[in-house]
């Protein structure tokens, strides 16, 4: 008997980048591109201010690997090993709000 059910496998897509999240990465971003690095590697108070907003508009708990430690990296390398899922994730987000940016 068929039915009208929505399938449970559905995109989170759809719900993850809102207007406000695509807001927050876009101004993020901006702030990691032109942020100085300091001695100890470090961006500045804006940029990280900035870039944890963002990480609590997706959700992400403290533990989950930060999006824009991506930047540069398009597999996971030997400092993620550990984590591989993980890094996908992250990557997978940053993918999808640079192409929701560049639009």
Known sequence: MPTNRTPINRSRRSSRITPEVLAAYKL???????????????????CNRACSRLHDLLSRSCCDIDIFDTIGCE??????????????????????????AAL
């Open 28 to 46: 993020a971003r901006k702030l990691y591109d032109e942020s100085n690095v300091d001695k100890w590697g470090q961006r500045s108070e804006q």
């Open 75 to 100: 597999e996971a390398g030997r400092s993620w090993n550990e984590e591989p899922e993980e890094f996908a994730a992250a990557l997978e987000i940053r993918r999808e709000l640079e192409q929701a």
